[in-house]
């Protein structure tokens, strides 16, 4: 069973914003609120990298590309975690996924959320 579920990716043009949605399950949500959660993406071609990561008091941090445009935030109530995404720009087209930070979590990866960014 699939523990961690994405949604929210869509087609946008250049400039436009998404928000990305990243929820628990039942079974998964007290490990989900304790740790760091990070967003990650995976281009075409090349390997996924992570783009912002929150810890389980919510400090952020974020990759240079896509710092002052992305914005990861968690609401504990709901185990989710967002990535709200502005600004958008075609180099930001990928699958988007969440996951743990750390590598001991790290297991499967679900299937992401498809981001498409067109000029």
């Known amino acids: 069973q699939v523990q961690l579920v994405e949604s929210g990716g869509g087609l946008v043009q250049a400039g436009g914003s998404l928000r990305l949605s990243c929820t628990a399950s039942g079974s998964s949500r007290i490990t989900f609120r304790m740790n760091a959660i990070g967003w990650y993406r995976q281009a075409p071609g090349k390997q996924r990298e992570l783009v912002a990561l929150?810890?389980?008091?919510?400090?952020?941090n974020y990759t240079d590309s896509v710092k002052d445009r992305f914005t990861i935030s968690r609401d504990y109530a709901k185990s989710t975690v967002y990535l709200q995404m502005n600004s958008l720009k075609p180099e930001d087209t990928a699958v988007y996924y969440c996951?743990?930070?750390?590598?001991?979590?790290?297991?499967?990866w679900g299937q992401g959320t498809q981001v498409t960014v067109s000029s």
């Open positions: 929150i810890s389980r008091s919510g400090n952020t």
């Open positions: 996951n743990y930070y750390w590598p001991a979590l790290v297991g499967a």
